[in-house]
């Protein structure tokens, strides 16, 4: 696997971050605390400073990771700030169109070519299922972010793979990664 780690911390941030968003963006698609209490402020609000916090102390990451390059990821901090930093704009963007209200065509536009440029990166995590899972995983996300703006998607189908996308291919490695157990 192209990640030998000399420190830990920032790829465990970044997952941490990343995952907190895709978290409480699924949970509002599959209606858990996504109505408003009479009254109320707009839940989708919340939603959105979270995942405006998350992508902006991704980009936080993404700009440690190259200062200090080639540690904590040796030669391959390039890449990996590169597919995070794509990930931290979509985070960032969506949490500033959500807090807004704004159409949400522009992110599931966006989404389309974030979805392909994780393909690529399967080879780049050669020895690792769990991280080759996760290009596919993110990959079937992203689309379905566009399918699902666009009306061809169910927004729960999209909850549930967000879902996945949180524990999978968020959390469990930044815990596998910060306790020090191989990634398999």
Do not use: C, H
Not at 98 to 122: H, M, Q, R, T, Y
Not at 153 to 160: D, E, H, R, S
């Amino acid at each position: 696997m192209n990640l030998p780690l000399v420190n830990p911390l920032p790829l465990t941030v970044l997952q941490f971050l990343l995952g907190m968003a895709a978290w409480v963006n699924a949970l509002f698609f599959l209606g858990v605390g996504a109505a408003a209490a009479e009254g109320g402020a707009n839940p989708l609000k919340t939603v959105g400073w979270i995942s405006l916090v998350s992508g902006l102390g991704a980009f936080t990451v993404v700009w440690y990771l190259l200062v200090n390059r080639p540690a904590p990821l040796g030669d391959n901090a390039v890449a990996v700030a590169g597919l995070a930093s794509i990930y931290a704009l979509f985070f960032t963007a969506l949490g500033a169109v959500e807090i807004g209200g704004l159409d949400l065509k522009p992110i599931a536009n966006l989404s389309i070519p974030i979805a392909v440029a994780s393909l690529p990166f399967i080879p780049f995590f050669a020895g690792s299922i769990l991280f080759q899972s996760s290009m596919v995983v993110w990959t079937i996300a992203f689309a379905l972010v566009a399918t699902t703006v666009y009306g061809r998607t169910p927004a729960k189908l999209l909850g549930w793979v967000l879902v996945v996308t949180a524990i999978w291919t968020f959390w469990l490695p930044a815990v596998m990664i910060s306790l020090g157990i191989a990634i398999f």
